[in-house]
C-alpha cells in the first residue's frame, strides 16, 4: 500500500511569509497527526486529528499555526506570519483509528528554513 | 503528562557488534505502550519495536530487542549483529491515549 505522502519536500521563505503543507495519509486510515520537529529534538505533537475533527491542538500556536482536513482524507497545515523560530521538519503521520494502541505511520517530512 | 528522556546524544558500534540504546520515561498511567523508532537521514520515521506495558515479556524482533524494566521505567534498546544500515536516528516514544511523547534522540554511528 501507498505510505503517507508529503509535499514539499523542502521550503526555504523569509520571516513573515506565509507557507502551507500538504500530506494525503493512507487510504482508509480515520486518524492524522502533525508533528514539528527542531533540529536535535524529537517529534513534537501539533494537531490529531479524527476524521475531519480536531481530537487534540493543545500545543499548536493557533495565533500562527492553522490546520484543517476538510473532507477527512488529506490535510493542510498553515503558517502565517512564519517566524524564524520555525524552522524544522513538519511530520505528517496517519494512523488506522485514535488511541492506545494504532500504530502512526509517518510521511518523509516537510523541512522549512526560515530566512 | 508523559515525559521521555534519551540520556545518550550520540552513540557508536562497530560493525557486528551490539549495541545498547538507553531510555527511561515517567508517566503516571498503567496502560501504555512504549516505541523505538529509527529516522535515517531520509527523515522518513520507521517503527523498530513496540511494547505494550502490560506484557512482562520482552520485545524481539529480528536483531532488535529491548529490556522493559516496568518499575523502573526504563525501556532500552539492543541491537545485535549491527549493520551499517543501523546507523541512524534513534528515537524512543511512550504513547498513551491521543498523547504521544518523544525522546530528543540518541545518533547511533557504526563504524565498518
Known amino acids: 500500500e501507498a505510505g503517507v505522502a508529503q509535499s514539499p519536500r523542502y521550503k526555504i521563505i523569509e520571516k513573515r511569509q506565509s507557507v502551507a503543507f500538504w500530506c494525503n495519509p493512507i487510504?482508509?486510515?480515520?486518524?492524522l497527526y502533525w508533528y514539528q520537529q527542531i533540529l536535535g529534538q524529537g517529534p513534537k505533537l501539533l494537531i490529531q486529528?479524527?476524521?475531519?475533527?480536531?481530537?487534540?491542538d493543545s500545543q499548536l500556536p493557533k495565533d500562527r499555526f492553522s490546520a484543517e482536513r476538510l473532507k477527512g482524507v488529506d490535510s493542510t497545515l498553515k503558517i502565517q506570519p512564519a517566524k524564524l523560530e520555525d524552522s524544522a521538519v513538519y511530520l505528517c503521520a496517519s494512523s488506522w483509528r485514535q488511541g492506545t494502541y494504532n500504530e502512526q505511520f509517518f510521511g518523509p517530512g516537510t523541512r522549512l528554513t526560515v530566512l | 503528562a508523559q515525559t521521555v528522556t534519551q540520556s545518550q546524544p550520540e552513540m557508536s558500534v562497530q560493525e557486528a557488534e551490539t549495541v545498547t540504546l538507553s531510555c527511561t520515561y515517567d508517566?503516571?498511567?498503567?496502560?501504555?505502550?512504549l516505541f523505538w523508532y529509527k529516522q535515517p537521514p531520509s527523515r522518513q520515521m520507521i517503527l523498530v519495536i513496540r511494547?505494550?506495558?502490560?506484557?512482562?515479556q520482552n520485545a524481539t524482533e529480528n536483531r532488535f530487542s529491548v529490556n522493559f524494566q516496568k518499575a523502573a521505567k526504563s525501556f532500552s534498546l539492543k541491537i545485535s549483529d549491527s549493520q551499517l544500515g543501523d546507523a541512524a536516528m534513534y528515537f524512543c516514544a511512550s504513547h498513551r491515549g491521543n498523547d504521544m511523547r518523544f525522546g530528543a534522540g540518541t545518533r547511533l554511528t557504526v563504524k565498518p
Open positions: 508517566t503516571s498511567e498503567s496502560d501504555y505502550y
Open positions: 487510504s482508509g486510515h480515520a486518524t
Open positions: 511494547q505494550e506495558a502490560y506484557k512482562q
Open positions: 486529528f479524527q476524521n475531519n475533527g480536531v481530537v487534540d
